[in-house]
């Protein structure tokens, strides 16, 4: 099986290391994927210099984001192993612009991965 992310079309920024592309099941309008040009499973398999393109282009996403659609918040996720939810076996950083109002009470964010845990007090 050929992987999704080897050969990217429609790509929205990037650089020398890393790509963007908007998810094709987005949770909110603008959700982005941020991707590794180097196939590469995990997260903790990338180089240090990978890590510092993912980072530079969540920036950039994020100030196209901040422009085109006014998100009052962000999310940012990695999926590691299949316990995890990873489905995709080439590391990829979700970017999920959040609203407000976009689910009912949003405290939590993250912990919500496993919906019990993600109300705590």
Same mark, same amino acid.
């Given at each position: ?25 987005? +949770? !909110?309008? @603008?959700?982005?994927?941020?991707? *590794?040009?180097? $196939? #590469? ?36 996720? +990695? !999926?590691? @192993?299949?316990?995890?939810?990873? *489905?995709?076996? $080439? #590391? ?30």
């Amino acid at each position: 099986m050929q992987c999704p992310f080897c050969n990217p079309d429609k790509v929205i920024i990037e650089n020398s290391l890393t790509y963007a592309i908007y998810d094709r099941y987005p +949770v !909110n309008p @603008g959700h982005f994927l941020i991707i *590794t040009k180097r $196939h #590469v499973e995990s997260y903790f398999d990338t180089s240090n210099e990978e890590r510092v393109a993912i980072n530079q282009l969540i920036e950039e996403c994020k100030k196209l984001l901040d422009v085109e659609y006014f998100p009052d918040g962000y999310n940012i996720g +990695v !999926n590691c @192993g299949k316990a995890a939810g990873q *489905t995709i076996f $080439h #590391v990829h950083v979700h970017l999920i612009p959040r609203f407000s109002g976009d689910i009912e009470d949003p405290r939590g964010g993250v912990r919500g991965v496993i919906p019990g845990k993600r109300i705590y007090e």
